[in-house]
Nanobody, 124 residues
């Protein structure tokens, strides 16, 4: 499984960004797909996750109501729509995949595959 993120960039406080994660090599729909973020010197933090076939989602409290995770079966892509961005959302965002998952996973240690990360900068 290969994951390639895109869509990061510079945005002002209150603005929006849409991250995308292109998935290749996926052989089933029993996947948990997650977005995590990490600041320098800090642990990787859960942001949002979706189960590919069930469509169930989970969000970190810090992003509920502002971020939306979705998947596009045709394009084999997972998106993270980020609205009302805050300075604390400034991080490197990573896409992750766990094949064979029966539920949405929020623990980074349970994911097997990771993208290279995309940097988001929120300026005030």
């Amino acid at each position: 499984v290969q994951l390639v993120e895109s869509g990061g960039g510079l945005v002002q406080v209150g603005g929006s960004l849409r991250l995308s994660c292109a998935v290749s090599g996926r052989t089933s729909s029993a996947y948990s797909m997650g977005w995590f973020r990490q600041a320098p010197g800090k642990e990787r933090e859960f942001v949002a996750a979706i189960h590919w076939s069930r469509g169930t989602t989970n969000y970190a409290d810090s992003v509920k109501g502002r971020f939306t995770i979705s998947r596009d079966n045709t394009a084999n892509t997972v998106h993270l729509q980020m609205n009302t961005l805050k300075p604390e959302d400034r991080d490197t965002y990573y896409c992750a995949a766990k094949p064979g998952a029966s539920a949405v996973l929020t623990n980074a240690r349970l994911y097997d595959f990771w993208g290279q990360g995309t940097q988001d900068t929120v300026s005030s």
